[in-house]
């Protein structure tokens, strides 16, 4: 979704599917993928979406909002070939 935050500022926030919630190791999964987002923002890893933060009640992730195409779509019409891209 899109939203904005405080200042006026867009944001996205991705909420997590509910029928992955059942799965074995969920929880802990996220948290590590959470911490890893934080981790990489702070560090201003080229190419990596600014992390805002995360929340487990729902599993969600707010991020900067970054305009264009969906990551799905790039890869469906073929614009994404390999990791680097």
Known sequence: ?????????PIAIK???????????FHRSFRRGANSLRILSE???PGVVKFIDAAEIPPSI???????????????????MDWHE
């Open 62 to 80: 707010v991020m900067s909002w970054s305009d264009g195409q969906s990551l799905a779509h790039l890869v469906e019409s073929g614009q994404l």
């Open 1 to 9: 979704y899109k939203g904005t935050d405080a200042s006026g500022m």
């Open 15 to 25: 909420l997590l599917k509910s029928e992955n919630f059942r799965r074995p190791g």
């Open 43 to 45: 560090r201003d890893v």
